[in-house]
């Protein structure tokens, strides 16, 4: 029956390179393992090895990372049909950016509240899920793959919000990020059918010959683009679909936070560079001055929202806003100096908002304050090992020099201005103006304010045990370390940015453009 | 052989770095150390310099971020020679003056110090526009925790943040407009991009570009002066810095702003200065009139210097916007004697308002001169180079410039003037309300200590060698500043260019 063997052949299983996909194997495995190891009763497995595995599984993703950079492996090929992953220099850049987070936000939990609510398993299970959703993110080759991988991204992610099920701001957090998140997500999918339905391809590949054979004004396809973009703009908290960002970031367990500020943003910016500057670069002309005003949009809100914040959480998340406007310049020039500013700059994000958010995790511990700005004040008499670490972050997200954010900032105000958007180098220079006031609050909080305010729990302070340890048995090494790494490589890389700048460059070159 | 700038200018920062885990003596005594051999190299470098070379000298040039075009690259030319000295004399002994007055946490003040020293340096001897920027904006941040840890505790936070976003606000769009001449300058040549000022110097501009990117670092510059109208933060910034600190933030950091004007604005966007000339003219002129005004009528000491500081720079303005050889050496020198008179002023303040009860009011001085003539003859000597008395070299400096300006416009000269005559009646009334006049009701005469004298003999040393031997700054620097300014020249005043010809 040759006709049976043919339909047999055309639906045969894709090719698979597993060297290629190993790091995100390492990812969705460890989240596997990590959950059936967690089903064990003894609580030293469950507090200790569950966390330590979870721990493996991100170094080992960056591991094999490592020996699959400048592969560019193109994978699940089916016949006649492109890739529907591509694991080149920029997804593994995202890989070691979403990695990097992961472990610092495992360290960040190791004796946080919120594993021990939901149980250390499926905690560290969702974080490693969520991870390799970032990954394939990053890596989408089409728009099945782009959704399938944002929906891995998300729901582990709604779920780790409301980790902390006692309290109420949690709960609201991971409902607030679940509808709003849903309302991203479906926005995406009606964005991505419709681009589709212009272009008759889900490929980029197929779409981008498209657009390029005079598609680039189609109606469909625009409104298509318009909708996709929106629905990624949810995602990256960009102006004006960032309202959830600081009820979220400020609800949510504070490692869950730092993981969801750092890496999400990562993967979001990963695949609208391949979406924008891969699949519809064509149409370049049409979207990128909708985009570079929407970047100028976010850039004033997020620095205009954070101004009043006297919540270091929210402080963070108005302030993650401001800084995904800086990400997108890199983004609309399309060109390989804006992939690589973006690139370098989500490097530099990753290590400024570590150091600040463990700073923010470990006064939460040692102080009946919260997250409030008068948790630090005063630190830098107090614990300059804490204080050192969160001034570098304020004068790395204010992009002074000296620091790694004054090279990431000068790199995309380079790439901004090289493509032909001065203007919006200039919008950046402003952002960094008024950033400036709140920013330095902090750091006049933590060094240049002689008497602390007299304790009172804030609204948000995770309430206390009975019988609870003293201040000095909650000082935990593990959460200083996070903090004084990620401080230390922020001003290293201020100083001596090629390595990083080396990675970006490759990451650059992986998507082909000028 | 020549040591590799590197070396001066990290040193500082190196050796307080160091000092921060130490005890509080070692960490001072590397400060003194640390500024001090910066100051030794120095002195060297100014008798080792050759004077005929037109080009720079002692370079150190490395690419520093290959991907971003960006040069770690320090010379040393007649322009920035006696300002790097002035910064590293000055950092010595106010380091010296600093290390004696008790502190909380005086390890973390002597690193901020010092760090602001290289900062300085940093930016005087960077010969790579984002180099320069980057050393601008770095230089600040020590005074913000400087000020904002040491300074008044009720009013310090403030003050500094407000002195620092004022700054910066200036220095960010500097940045901008240094990314924009880079990125416009590389696709104009074809060449890569490459921020050295050499490399950028090659290509010229068009004019419109040259305007808005010159209108940026003016701003940049003008904040840092101060200049009216953009000299909001100085009162409070100047009441909030411990005066250590404030006597080098006076006397050095305003300085890089001039020299920022001569080295960048003139030296790469000829055409938009000779646009600007009239504009920065008048800016010049107002600074002069309203700080020489101001300074007449404030009775804070450290405000009256403050704003005899606007006047004096508005003269340094001047100086350098009448485009032409003798207004850009005027600027340099009065540069130079600025920084030399304003120190010691500040270094008399404090021993007055510790004669004084701590106060730094005017109208708690007065009858200082009673029992202590040394103190008095030595503050005179200060006062009277302030007022640009015949024989000091401030009177060469503003000479040097009021001639640049006739050249370019009689009127402005005629005005700015005027501007000489106030600076008598500022500078003398500073004095004669503090030294003689009615005893104040706290005052308390007493002779100045060894240990004071150290600090300000030295200061007051450097005044007189100036006041014997101007031409020791004049020849050494007259080659590079001459070309600093010929372009702008040519096209501000072609008459009187080609007629030189």
């Known amino acids: ?514 | 052989m020549s040591i590799p700038l590197s070396i001066p200018l990290w040193l500082p920062a190196a050796a307080a770095f160091i000092g921060l885990f130490l005890p509080a003596a070692a960490s001072r005594g590397l400060l003194v150390l640390g500024t001090g051999l910066t100051f030794a190299w120095s002195v060297w470098t100014i008798a080792d310099f050759d004077r005929a070379a037109a080009g720079l000298q002692n370079v150190t040039d490395e690419l520093w971020i290959a991907e971003l075009g960006i040069h770690y690259k320090l010379g040393i030319d007649g322009l920035n020679l006696f300002l790097i000295a002035l910064a590293a004399f000055l950092f010595f002994v106010c380091a010296f003056w600093a290390a004696r007055t008790d502190r909380e946490r005086p390890q973390l003040f002597a690193f901020f110090f010092a760090l602001a020293e290289s900062g300085v340096l940093g930016a005087l001897m960077a010969q790579d526009l984002a180099l320069f920027v980057l050393f601008f904006d770095l230089m600040l941040i020590p005074f913000l925790f400087i000020g904002g840890m040491w300074g008044p505790e009720s009013t310090r936070v403030a003050a500094m943040l407000k002195l620092f976003i004022y700054t910066l606000v200036g220095s960010l769009l500097m940045l901008a407009a240094a990314i924009a001449t880079g990125v416009l300058v590389s696709q104009q040549s074809g060449a890569d991009l490459s921020f050295a000022l050499s490399d950028l110097g090659r290509t010229v501009l068009p004019e419109g570009s040259q305007q808005w990117i010159f209108l940026c670092f003016a701003a940049a510059f003008l904040v840092k002066m101060p200049a009216f109208p953009l000299h909001g933060w100085m009162p409070d910034g100047y009441r909030n810095l411990p005066l250590p600190a404030l006597a080098v933030f006076s006397a050095v950091l305003s300085k890089v702003a001039a020299y920022g004007f001569l080295r960048v604005s003139v030296g790469l966007f000829p055409d938009a200065s000779a646009h600007f000339q009239e504009l920065m003219i008048v800016l010049a002129i107002v600074s002069i009139l309203y700080g020489s005004v101001m300074a007449f009528t404030v009775t804070n000491m450290r405000l009256v210097l403050g704003y005899s500081s606007v006047a004096q720079l508005g003269f340094i303005v001047l100086g350098i916007f009448a485009l032409n050889a003798d207004g850009a050496q005027g600027a340099i020198l009065q540069s130079v004697n600025h920084g030399l008179v304003v120190a010691p002023a500040f270094v008399v303040i404090a021993y007055l308002a510790a004669r004084a009860g701590g106060s730094e009011d005017l109208r708690d001085m007065g009858g200082m001169a009673f029992r202590a003539p040394v103190l008095a003859t030595l503050f005179l000597i200060v006062a009277l180079a302030t007022l640009a008395m015949p024989g000091s070299s401030n009177f060469v400096g503003e000479f040097l410039i009021l001639l640049g300006a006739f050249d370019t416009s009689v009127l402005a000269a005629v005005i700015a003037s005027i501007g000489v005559v106030l600076a008598s009646v500022y500078g003398l009334r500073l004095y004669i309300r503090s030294m003689h006049n009615r005893v104040g009701p706290q005052a308390d005469s007493r002779e100045i200590s060894v240990g004071e004298g150290l600090v300000l003999v030295p200061l007051v040393a450097a005044i007189l060698f100036f006041a014997v031997y101007p031409q020791l700054a004049l020849s050494r620097g007259e080659v590079a500043i001459t070309k600093s300014v010929q372009a702008a020249a040519a096209l501000a005043q072609p008459d009187a260019t080609a007629q030189a010809k």
């Open chain 1, 1 to 514: 029956m040759p006709s049976i063997e043919l339909q047999l052949s055309a639906i045969s299983a894709p090719h698979i390179d597993w060297a290629g996909f190993s790091p995100a194997i390492a990812l969705i495995g460890g989240s596997l393992l990590v959950l059936v190891v967690g089903l064990m009763r003894s609580r030293a497995v469950r507090e200790q090895l569950v966390p330590f595995l979870a721990l493996v599984a991100f170094a080992a993703a960056i591991g094999l990372g490592v020996w699959q950079w400048n592969e560019a492996k193109e994978l699940f090929v089916a016949e006649g049909s492109q890739a529907a992953l591509r694991f080149d220099d920029l997804t593994l850049m995202i890989l070691f950016i979403v990695a990097v987070g992961g472990i610092a936000a495992v360290l960040l939990s190791w004796r946080a509240h919120a594993p021990r609510e939901t149980a250390h398993g499926e905690y560290f299970a969702l974080m490693l899920a969520s991870a390799s959703g970032m990954v394939l993110l990053a890596a989408a080759q089409n728009l099945v793959s782009l959704f399938l991988a944002l929906e891995l991204l998300s729901i582990p992610l709604y779920v780790l919000c409301a980790a902390e099920m006692r309290r109420a701001r949690s709960l609201e957090s991971g409902l607030k990020y679940l509808i709003i998140g849903s309302v991203g997500s479906a926005t995406l999918l009606y964005g991505l059918a419709l681009i589709y339905g212009a272009s008759g391809d889900t490929d980029f590949r197929g779409i981008a010959e498209a657009v390029a054979s005079g598609m680039a004004r189609d109606a469909l396809l625009l409104t298509g683009l318009a909708l996709a973009v929106i629905g990624l703009a949810f995602k990256a908290s960009v102006a004006p679909f960032h309202q959830w960002t600081p009820d979220v970031y400020e609800g949510a367990p504070t490692p869950v936070t730092t993981f969801m500020a750092v890496a999400t943003k990562a993967a979001a910016f990963g695949v609208l560079l391949r979406l924008l500057d891969v699949a519809l670069i064509d149409a370049h002309r049409d979207w990128a001055p909708a985009l570079a005003t929407l970047a100028a949009v976010t850039i004033v809100v997020g620095n205009v929202g954070a101004l009043g914040q006297s919540s270091l959480k929210r402080l963070m998340a108005w302030s993650s806003v401001a800084q995904a406007g800086y990400l997108l310049a890199g983004v609309v020039v399309a060109s390989r100096v804006g992939v690589q500013a973006t690139v370098f700059y989500l490097a530099v994000y990753l290590l400024m908002n570590l150091a600040a958010f463990a700073v923010i995790v470990a006064r939460e511990r040692e102080t009946d304050l919260g997250d409030d700005i008068a948790a630090v004040t005063g630190l830098g008499a107090e614990r300059p090992a804490l204080a050192w670490p969160m001034t570098v972050a304020m004068l790395a997200l204010a992009g002074l020099p000296g620091t790694a954010g004054f090279i990431g900032k000068f790199h995309l105000i380079d790439a901004a201005a090289d493509g032909g958007y001065t203007w919006l180098g200039v919008v950046i220079v402003i952002g960094s103006m008024i950033s400036l006031a709140y920013y330095l609050r902090v750091v006049a909080a933590m060094w240049m304010t002689g008497e602390k305010p007299a304790p009172a729990p804030a609204a948000g302070a995770t309430p206390r045990l009975a019988g609870a340890d003293p201040a000095a048995e909650r000082r935990h090494p593990e959460v200083a370390l996070v903090a004084v790494l990620a401080g230390a490589a922020t001003v290293f890389f201020g100083i001596l940015p090629s390595p990083l700048l080396d990675l970006a460059v490759d990451a650059g070159r992986a998507l082909g453009l000028m």
